[in-house]
């Protein structure tokens, strides 16, 4: 029974957790490897507020890791760690270096004052990589070490379950925050427009859009776009069990994430880069298998396992 409905409701097998694995190190690979480490390097340590375990790690230790060479170094570290965790190599090692240097990493930035949540559910996700078998299939790991997958579902199926209820919680708690903290009054119809026209004014973005200019000139339509925005955050966790209200809320999150970049001047890469964890990898495997070199190429890997060669472990 608990096969069944795990099966009915998200992906529970090895190639699902494996694909999220490569989806989201890759994703963040990316991203360190775009992220210029050094201009961290040459901020002061005198402005630094630690917040947490940060604290427990001596300004001496600051002194020397917060400088061009020191965050070089960090940034070397941290790009091992994660392109070997997306190629599936020394796994076990790898996804916990990942997982613990990128949640440093994000606390280190956090100690200058910059707070967002956006990195959140990616470093949720790494942390439950590091600890369930996401090297069972879709890594270097599988292919040499010709590593068995496990028989039942709960090995896979429950980690994947647990990254869909983690990224569900960031806009379900996001919501209730607002809620909490702003009432009612949080649909005021001057909150949007002065909150996005703030955002687009200062300094402190990548983007410099000004079209949360044009929104005073809306104040009427505000109050429905924000009620609409809380809503589908309170109701997101439907994406977690409901087949048909998925694409709906998964495609309004892109339609939103992307609207806040044009009037708001932010952007929420991560969270949208978790959203791979709602995808049906097994579906999507199984549609590129009909692909006729790339069916070609998995019926040689089929052929080179069952002579005791190197394989794969992607069926």
């Not at 708690?173 to 702003?182: N, T």
């Not at 199984?286 to 052929?303: D, E, G, M, N, V």
Request: charge should be positive; glycine fraction near 6%.
């Amino acid at each position: 029974m608990e096969s069944r409905t795990l099966r009915k409701l998200w992906p529970t097998d090895a190639p699902a957790l494996g694909a999220i694995r490569v989806a989201i190190c890759t994703f963040v690979l990316l991203d360190v490897l775009l992220t210029g480490f050094m201009d961290v390097g040459r901020l002061p340590t005198t402005v630094m507020r630690p917040t947490g375990v940060m604290q427990v790690l001596p300004w001496r230790f600051y002194d020397a890791l917060v400088t061009p060479r020191g965050m070089l170094v960090l940034k070397f570290l941290l790009v091992i760690s994660l392109a070997a965790s997306a190629a599936g190599y020394f796994t076990a090692a790898s996804t916990k270096s990942a997982a613990l240097l990128f949640m440093f990493y994000q606390g280190l930035v956090r100690s200058f004052g910059h707070f967002n949540h956006d990195e959140m559910p990616i470093v949720y996700i790494l942390v439950v990589l590091a600890f369930t078998p996401c090297a069972d299939a879709f890594s270097v790991d599988a292919w040499f070490r010709r590593v068995k997958q496990r028989a039942g579902t709960v090995v896979y199926g429950y980690p994947i379950l647990l990254m869909r209820v983690l990224v569900a919680w960031s806009y379900f708690s996001s919501a209730l925050i607002k809620m909490r903290v702003g009432g009612f009054s949080y649909f005021n119809p001057d909150n949007l427009p002065t909150l996005a026209i703030s955002h687009s004014l200062d300094n402190f973005h990548a983007t410099h859009y000004r079209l949360a200019l044009w929104l005073p000139n809306f104040r009427a339509a505000t109050t429905v776009i924000v009620v609409i925005v809380v809503l589908w955050e309170f109701l997101f966790p439907l994406a977690i069990f409901s087949r048909i209200a998925r694409p709906m809320i998964l495609g309004f999150g892109i339609l939103f994430h992307l609207t806040t970049i044009f009037f708001m001047n932010v952007s929420f890469p991560y969270h949208l880069a978790a959203y791979v964890v709602f995808v049906d990898w097994p579906h999507v495997v199984t549609r590129l298998k009909k692909i006729p070199f790339l069916s070609q190429y998995h019926r040689r890997l089929q052929s080179l396992s069952a002579r005791g060669l190197p394989g794969t472990q992607f069926d």
